[in-house]
Structure formats: C-alpha cells, structure tokens
C-alpha cells in the first residue's frame, strides 16, 4: 500500500517586504516624474520646460513599470489591483491629509498658524472666551436641535405613509421627497430665499407685519432639506422590518395606536435615532443653505468660520473647526453603529 506524500510548507520562502518596499520606492519616484511634468507646463516659456516635460515622462512610466512587476513578484498582486489601491490610497490621502495638518496645528502654541512652536492648549481655551463664538455656538444649537426634532418626526411618520399605505399620488409624492437629495444646494438655497421674500411681502401686503431673516427661516430650510434624509433612513429599516408583527399585534386586538407605540415605533426606533443624528449632523455642518436664508444675529458656527477666513487663518479657527470635525465624525460614526445594530 502506497504512502501518501506530504509536502511540507517552505520555511525558507522569502519575505515579500523588501519587494513591497522596492514597488513603494519606484511609486514615489513616478510621483516625482509627475511633478516634474506638471512644473514643466506652468513654465512652457522656458525651453528647458520640454526637456523637463520629456524626463518626467520617462521617470514616471519607467518607475511605475518597474514598482508594478516588483510588487507583483513580491506578493501577486495584479497591475489593475495595485492601481485600484493606489488610487484609493492617493484619494484618502488627498482628502485627509490636510485635516490631519489641520488637527495638528490646532494645538500649535505660536500665533503663527503654519509655524510650529511647541504644544499647547490655549487656542481651545480661548474658545470658551469668545462672545462671538458662544453666540455663534448658541443660534448653531437652537438651530440644529429644533430642526432635527421637526424633521425627525415628520420624516418618521412621511416613510411610515410612504411604506404601509396606498393613496393617489403616491409615486410622484416620493420622487418629490427624494428631490432634496439629489439638487445641489445651492438651488435649494434659492428657491427657499424666493419663497421667504414672497411670503414676507404677502404678510407684509396682507397684515402689515414686517418679518424678516434670522433663526426662524434657518429652521424652516433646514427642516425642508433633512426630512427627506430621515425618511430614507427610516424606510430601509421599516422595509427591513416583517409587517406580520403588526399583524399579530391586530389580531391580539390592538389598535392602530398601540400598535404603532409598542410594536412598530421600539423596532423602527434605532432607524429614528439614526436618522436624527445624521440630521443632527447636516444642519450642524449646513453653510450653503443658511448662508442664503440668515439675517442679523443669526450667524451660525459654518457662517462664523466663514468670515474669519476671509481675514486669514488662525490658530483659534484650526481649534473650532477640529472641534466641529470631531463633533460631525462622531455623529456619523454612532449612526452608522446605530444603522447596523438594528
């Protein structure tokens, strides 16, 4: 009887990094061909401009042959798959490389905001010392609360419509409601100012009341806009959700109330809260739409931001704006967890 052959693993294989190391090499030095092209025509006054057009060229393409065939070699990685990476990684980097800059220099204890002079927290502290920021911080607050209160409940209650029943007009009513997300925000930021200056000369006309911008029209924009991100978020968890529990809490004589309030809103509920933060999120961040629609003493923590960068950078805006970072990435995070747990 014939004994079966084991092949044993070979220890000796050699590590890949050296190779990976040598692909990433060549990379760089394609990067540097790159750059040497993209000087060469800002500069085509110059005649040395097409020599250096021309060696770029030959440095990018040789360097990106040579890093491809030894990153293949070295771990097997086809030619379209390490471009596919290399384009994730160029994109992520191109992204958040300048936040991360930005993180770091918020904590610079110089007043130069590009020079580094040692660590310190004093730009955050001066934060809390700022009345204009506190006002700022103050209208941001009411403003994405109360909006996000609105618009989570009639976002919760428009997929409910949406996904349990039939009525006239129903298809164009949800492409009307998807319509928000889809039009770019400076139309939004229009159309709602032609509509408040309408509205406000009818009152004007009609009652003889003045109104004007300020806090009041910021909400009402803002609730437009993020109804439509709550009741998408809302729908997928009730399409996800089996409609024979609400069924089963029918037959055990429950009415359409009680069903809503002990079976229907608890599953539906990490959907809510999820759709809550990101609405949370998009009007804490929103500057398009309440640029357009803001009056005196209505400036918000973006609009803030905005008007001191016109005047230059500085360490305490570094400081703000690592703040409101944090804070948006952090409402995304918990919504996402929220989405995936339910």
């Given amino acids: 009887m014939s004994t079966p052959s084991i092949v044993l693993p070979n220890r000796n294989r050699p590590s890949p990094m050296p190779g990976i190391a040598l692909g990433i090499l060549a990379f760089v030095i394609a990067l540097a061909g790159l750059a040497?092209?993209?000087?060469?025509?800002?500069?085509?006054?110059?005649?040395?401009?097409?020599?250096?057009?021309?060696?770029?060229?030959?440095?990018?393409?040789?360097?990106?042959?040579?890093?491809?065939?030894?990153?293949?070699?070295?771990?097997?990685?086809?030619?379209?798959?390490?471009?596919?990476?290399?384009?994730?990684?160029?994109?992520?980097?191109?992204?958040?490389?300048?936040?991360?800059?930005?993180?770091?220099?918020?904590?610079n204890a110089g007043n130069i905001p590009t020079i580094w002079e040692g660590f310190s927290f004093q730009w955050y502290t001066s934060l809390v010392n700022d009345d204009a920021i506190l006002r700022a911080f103050r209208n941001t607050m009411i403003v994405t609360f109360v909006s996000t209160i609105i618009s989570t409940i009639i976002g919760t209650l428009v997929s409910v419509a949406m996904e349990r029943y039939n009525f006239r007009f129903k298809l164009p009513f949800d492409a009307i409601l998807y319509m928000p997300i889809i039009i770019p925000d400076i139309l939004i930021a229009l159309s709602t100012l032609l509509f408040f200056i309408i509205v406000f000369n009818m009152i004007g006309s009609l009652l003889g009341v003045t109104w004007g911008l300020g806090l009041t029209t910021i909400i009402i924009a803002h609730v437009a806009f993020n109804i439509s991100f709550v009741a998408t978020i809302v729908r997928a968890r009730l399409v996800d959700m089996d409609p024979n529990l609400e069924q089963a809490a029918r037959d055990l004589y429950a009415n359409e109330w009680q069903t809503f309030r002990r079976v229907t809103m608890p599953l539906l509920m990490p959907g809510i809260i999820s759709g809550a933060l990101m609405a949370f999120t998009l009007s804490l961040d929103d500057f398009v739409i309440t640029f357009f629609v803001s009056g005196p003493g209505s400036t918000t923590l973006p609009l803030l931001v905005y008007s001191k960068v016109k005047f230059g950078v500085t360490p305490d805006l570094n400081a703000l704006a690592t703040l409101l970072l944090v804070f948006s990435i952090g409402l995304v995070l918990m919504s996402q967890f929220l989405q995936r747990r339910g």
């Fill in 36 to 107: 040497a092209m993209v000087v060469g025509l800002l500069n085509l006054d110059r005649v040395s401009s097409y020599g250096l057009i021309l060696v770029g060229l030959l440095v990018l393409v040789a360097s990106t042959i040579w890093g491809s065939r030894t990153i293949r070699q070295a771990t097997g990685i086809k030619v379209g798959q390490q471009f596919l990476i290399g384009n994730a990684v160029l994109v992520f980097a191109f992204f958040y490389i300048p936040i991360l800059v930005l993180i770091i220099f918020s904590f």
